[in-house]
Every structure is written in structure tokens, then in C-alpha cells.
């Protein structure tokens, strides 16, 4: 709020610069206390519930998080590839947030210039999401601990967030049915995400 209300006066170039890093802390920290309470409705909670199901297209909501992404991350750049030609029901905020972790994750650890694919499509029973990067090799042992809280994988070029953004990525798959797998192979990691086109009702 006092961000809110300093950028309504009449603020000098450097004034507005604070008031933007400000803003961008505050989002920092929000997502930080959103994570932690994720962890916790995820561990003891019974997992992340669902609100709002919708079958909305799903196409713009996946676009507008990589739209959202390269432009915080210029590169790698992020090549996408849509094929969604059924309905898909889904929770709109947690399959953003879904999409957006697996996004971020991989323009966090993968090798600079080689660019991030996204993958969309759905058949009559089930919507796949493959998200991948070029990567160096990374151990079947670490692949199996990539979606336990506070975990990193290993050549994280930022340090930045709890380490949560994969565990809560695969309770929001759960919670629509579906899982995430994940697997390393010829310099790259691909990370799956799948499940019904229609949740049970």
C-alpha cells in the first residue's frame, strides 16, 4: 500500500526506481509466503485443493506465463509448440502456477543459449505439458529428489526461493489427477506433466 501510495505523487526518475524494486520485493516475499503455506496445506492438509474448475481455453493461460517469463528472463529463449484441441478442465490459478514453476525451473538451470521447449497437447482422454532445457547430465539419484521440498538441482545459476517450486508443481498435478515425470538424457531434461481432460466431478 505505501508503494501504491508513493507512485500517485510526483516522483524524480531514481524515486520511481526505488518505488519499482520495492513492488517487486513485496512480490518476492508474497510468493516466498505462498509457497510455505502450499507446503503446508500439501504435508498436512491433505493436499492443494482445487477451486474454480473451468474448461476456458487453456492455450492463452499457458501463453501469457511465457509471455510473462521471457520477459524477466530474456534467455534462454523459450520456444512453444500448442496443440490443444479439446476442452480441459482445470483449476485456472494452480495450472498457472503449475506451468510457471516448471518454466521457471528450467530457465533457471538450464545451459545459457540453449533454448527452453514447451510443449501443449490433448488428445480425447488426456492434456500433456512437456517443459525441457539442455542440460548437463544429472544423476537418476538427484532426478528422484528433484520434487521433495527445499531440494535444488544441481547448477542453479540463481539462488533464489525455498526449493519449493517442483514439490508444489507435483501437488497441483496430483490435485488434478495427473503427476510429473521427469527424465535426463543426451544433454537435455524434460519434465512431463499430464492428466484427464476432464476432472471427476
Known sequence: MGALMLKEGELSEDQHATVAMMERNVAKISDLVD???????????????????????????LRQIVEQEQT???????????????????DRNRMGQLFSNLLSNAMKYGLPGVPVAVRASTDQERFTLSVSNGTD?????????????????????????LGLGLYIASEIAA?????????????????????PVRQAA
Not at 524477466?72 to 482445470?90: D, K, M
Not at 528433484?146 to 539462488?159: D, I
Not at 538424457?185 to 519434465?191: A, D, I, M, P, Q
Open 175 to 195: 490435485s488434478h489427477s495427473g503427476k510429473i515425470d521427469v527424465v535426463s538424457e543426451k544433454g537435455v531434461v524434460c519434465f512431463t506433466f499430464t492428466m
Open 35 to 61: 509457497d510455505v503455506m502450499d507446503l503446508t496445506r500439501g504435508r498436512l492438509g491433505g493436499g492443494i485443493s482445487l477451486k474454480d474448475l473451468t474448461d476456458a481455453p487453456l492455450e492463452p493461460v
Open 72 to 90: 524477466i528472463r530474456p534467455q534462454p529463449l523459450i520456444e512453444c509448440v500448442f496443440a490443444i484441441n479439446h476442452r480441459v478442465s482445470y
Open 137 to 161: 547430465p544429472i544423476p537418476q539419484e538427484e532426478l528422484d529428489k528433484l520434487f521433495l521440498p527445499f531440494m535444488r538441482g544441481p547448477g542453479a545459476r540463481e539462488e533464489k526461493g
